[in-house]
């Protein structure tokens, strides 16, 4: 696995396949690990790399240092080190606060870029939901015992997919406790002046199913990044990705095509 150097942490990627650069970003619950479906699907058609954000998986930080303010710089180094032009980057949950502010400061980094449940640092009243998902996850950093119903997973999925939700559960337990509750610190927030520019395609998908941000968070971040488009998963909740593989593959892979990323089915 490779690894990279960075101010108060040793960051871990994986690397599979050949084609254009797709990069996967996860969110607070898991790690690289979790994108395994996707890795499955894309690296038949792209080079996918999936990265350990600091203080989850492979990559080990200063747990006291930890906060999201450096994680655009940490995708920044990885794309240094790994692509050789513009990327697809798909950002899930918490992983949006990597990809949306480097696509708004260096978006020639980028050819399109999928955020995935998450209310995105785009500023706005959906950030109320934030309070909500940072203490929930917190109480499950700490080791506390979190139902999967309140980290978005649907009753459908818990029922029917017991071996998927123990898998996410080990996924879990390899990361750092670090504290995830400065998400919702002021500076990290991109207001609209912050956007004047943007100019990086944008799709911003949800699962309506979603009770740990609420069913409209998706569609009421995407009204705050200039052309964005939305997408709604009508029987996923808070990790579409990981419940309906083959739905949410499809989706980002139409929309990266769309953008010139990775070949046209229609030529």
Not at 57 to 65: F, H, I, N, R
């Amino acid at each position: 696995m490779p690894y990279i150097d960075v101010p108060d942490a040793r960051l871990r990627y994986d690397v599979t396949g050949e084609g254009p650069l797709l990069v996967f970003v996860h969110g607070a619950g898991a790690n690289a690990t979790v994108f395994f479906q996707q890795v499955a699907h894309f690296a038949r058609n792209y080079r996918v790399l999936c990265m350990d954000m600091r203080g989850f998986g492979g990559s080990l930080c200063k747990a006291e240092t930890f906060h999201q303010r450096w994680f655009p710089d940490d995708l920044a180094r990885i794309l240094d080190a790994e692509a050789d032009g513009p990327a697809g980057v798909v950002c899930q949950s918490m992983g949006a606060w990597a990809g949306l502010p480097l696509a708004v400061r260096e978006p020639e980094r980028f050819r399109a870029l999928v955020l995935s449940g998450s209310p995105t640092p785009a500023y706005g009243p959906h950030h109320a939901s934030l309070t909500n998902v940072s203490n929930t996850f917190k109480r499950a950093g700490a080791g506390e015992k979190v139902a999967p119903t309140q980290l978005g997973f649907t009753e459908h999925f818990v029922a029917n997919r017991p071996d998927l939700i123990a898998l996410y559960q080990m996924l879990a337990r390899q990361n750092q406790k670090v504290d995830t509750s400065h998400i919702t610190d002021p500076e990290l927030r991109l207001m609209p002046e912050h956007f004047a520019d943007y100019r990086v395609p944008t799709l911003v998908m949800g699962g309506l199913q979603n009770k740990l941000l609420g069913a409209e968070t998706h569609k009421i971040a995407a009204g705050f990044i200039p052309g964005a488009q939305v997408y709604t998963f009508p029987d996923s909740g808070h990790s579409s990705y990981f419940e309906e593989p083959a739905h949410y593959n499809r989706v980002v892979e139409e929309f990266f095509r769309q953008h010139g990323h990775g070949e046209d089915k229609g030529q």
